[in-house]
């Protein structure tokens, strides 16, 4: 579930990256872009963006930030499905204890069954 939410986020912050890279909605990433520097460029009588990265962007600095991120990122997933399943296993026991069940036990009207009589 986490990772289909993941994937879903970055299909949509793709596809908004990509709109506001387009000339034809003035090219907004011109002013939300950090570390590369964009500019919208007349070429044959069409606008076109142009791109420059910064140097610290570019080079060993933007990887090792690229890189802390990712690792910031997996952190925070591990630590999000483990309180998940904390939440969950909390959960399933306060229904079992409410119904008078043990964690594994199977439902009343099911043990009440002799699985001999059913055959």
């Given at each position: 579930l986490?990772?289909?939410?993941?994937?879903?986020?970055?299909?949509?912050f793709g596809i908004l990256t990509a709109v506001s890279r387009l000339p034809a909605v003035g090219a907004v990433i011109r002013y939300i872009s950090v570390g590369v520097d964009f500019s919208l460029k007349e070429v044959h009588g069409q606008d076109v963006?142009?791109?420059?990265?910064?140097?610290?962007?570019?080079?060993?600095?933007?990887?090792?930030?690229?890189?802390?991120?990712?690792?910031?990122?997996?952190?925070?997933?591990?630590?999000?499905?483990?309180?998940?399943?904390?939440?969950?296993?909390?959960?399933?026991?306060?229904?079992?204890?409410?119904s008078g069940e043990g964690p594994g036990d199977a439902p009343k009207d099911e043990k009440a069954k002799d699985p001999k009589d059913e055959g």
């Open positions: 986490i990772a289909s939410g993941m994937m879903a986020g970055a299909a949509i963006l142009k791109h420059k990265a910064q140097v610290w962007y570019a080079g060993s600095t933007g990887r090792t930030i690229g890189f802390v991120m990712l690792i910031a990122l997996a952190v925070a997933c591990f630590l999000l499905a483990r309180l998940g399943a904390k939440w969950m296993l909390a959960e399933s026991r306060r229904a079992a204890a409410d």
